[in-house]
């Protein structure tokens, strides 16, 4: 049904995986992602797999809201689900600025196998446990960043600011970081509908980590990431990204590999609507 | 457990919230909308070059269409502008480009800066060929 429903328009988007811009989804469209975090783990430790769905709403223009589903394998171990996310990006000024602040929300209902790391805060976390036990132990975490970001000469420039806090378990507040600069291949735009043209790539890097928690602030012990990113946009309305990120401490995973695929449907919100009968 | 029962009654809440509020209030043309003097007197760097107005016809078609339409007459469901109105074309290229930058959060108008300038600007350059 969603194909059927769905037609063009995805505007460029930044290709971080991590990092977040101030760049919203435009009101009554979803954006559906399909992606995965894979995890070379450490010596002693099990590659893994995290699938997630991500489901991006634009409520307002300035109010995008979001759903995450994950899962997690690991060779050798079992494949369970994770947990969701439920977060919210507000907008709080209604003009461009050289630097654009974005406030975020979000509640997690995730347990301990929970890998897709889609931020990294607190401390470097013990993977050797099977994924039986981690299970077990949920974690109902909310979580707020505050995200700045300015577009200059065809640059973004992004930092995320982000603090959470496990309400199952007391852990004090955790804090972390992610900074994205990206920049698309080719500023001017074909008339033509090229798919390999220069103008639908745009490349950056991310570096993001934790930075220790209430209880214990700093880099020791911490995992941090550094990580070239590259989305292209195949279609109107659909885009894949791809980043390898590399562990650059000793608390990190020496490599993770993100991709994903990312399908907007324009005007969902409206096209539901009318199916309940609202005009 | 009453604390779990507490963030889904919020969760549930806050989905509730935003079906009631998504939808777009009606269209008016916002007085209050209005591209500083500096930014509405930047000109087109592209205006010689016409032929680039290809390529802003090609990101017209996938930015934009969705509210103002394939011919960018604007869509009644969506509250608005028709671009071929005197009212748009009498702009000059700067406050358009001023307009697609910033975006009016408040009216439905999201922000476009994430699209390279020069390409912003290609877009101006094809907005100027509805008037014709």
Redesign the interface.
């Known amino acids: 049904m969603l194909l059927l429903l769905a037609t063009t328009a995805l505007a460029q988007e930044a290709p971080y995986f991590v990092t977040y811009d101030h760049h919203l989804e435009e009101p009554g469209n979803l954006e559906v992602s399909i992606a995965n975090t894979g995890g070379l783990a450490r010596a002693d430790q099990r590659t893994y797999f995290a699938p997630y769905i991500e489901l991006e709403y634009g409520t307002k223009t300035w109010w995008t809201s979001e759903l995450y589903l994950e899962w997690q394998s690991r060779l050798g171990d079992s494949a369970i689900f994770t947990g969701w996310r439920f977060e919210n990006r507000f907008r709080p000024l209604s003009r461009e600025h050289w630097i654009n602040p974005v406030l975020y929300l979000e509640y997690e209902n995730i347990n301990e196998a929970s890998r897709i790391q889609k931020e990294i805060v607190g401390n470097a976390r013990e993977i050797g446990v099977p994924n039986a036990e981690l299970r077990q132990t949920a974690a109902h975490e909310l979580e707020t960043k505050l995200i700045l970001s300015s577009n200059t000469h065809n640059w973004n420039i992004s930092e995320n600011f982000i603090v959470e806090k496990n309400l199952s378990e007391e852990e004090g507040f955790e804090f972390g970081y992610s900074i994205g600069v990206s920049r698309p291949l080719a500023t001017l735009a074909s008339a033509s509908n090229c798919r390999f043209c220069r103008e639908n790539f745009v490349a950056g890097v991310e570096l993001y980590g934790g930075l220790g928690s209430s209880l214990g602030f700093g880099l020791h012990d911490t995992a941090h990431y550094i990580a070239p990113v590259i989305s292209w946009q195949v279609s109107d309305n659909s885009s894949i990204h791809f980043s390898p990120s590399i562990g650059i401490t000793h608390g990190s995973d020496p490599l993770l590999i993100r991709f994903s695929y990312t399908y907007e449907v324009r005007d969902f919100g409206s096209k539901m609507a009318s199916l309940f009968g609202r005009r | 457990m009453t604390?779990?029962i507490a963030?889904t009654a919020?969760?549930l809440t806050?989905l509730l919230v935003?079906a009631g509020?998504?939808?777009?209030p009606d269209y008016k043309s916002d007085p209050n909308w209005q591209a500083p003097p500096e930014a509405a007197q930047k000109s087109n760097p592209l205006a010689k070059r016409p032929q680039?107005a290809?390529?802003?016809?090609?990101?017209f078609?996938?930015?934009c269409?969705?509210c103002h339409g394939e011919d960018g007459r604007g869509l009644e469901?969506k509250h608005s502008a028709n671009l071929h109105l005197p009212a748009v074309q009498a702009q000059s290229d700067g406050s358009l480009f001023w307009k697609i930058?910033?975006?009016?959060?408040?009216r439905?108008?999201?922000?476009?800066?994430?699209?390279?300038?020069?390409?912003r600007w290609?877009i101006v350059l094809y907005l100027r060929t509805l008037d014709k």
């Open positions: 604390m779990r963030l919020a969760f806050i935003i509020v998504s939808e777009n680039l290809g390529g802003g016809r090609k990101l078609l996938r930015n269409v969705e469901k930058s910033n975006g009016n959060l408040g439905g108008m999201p922000s476009f800066s994430q699209i390279p300038e020069q390409q290609q």
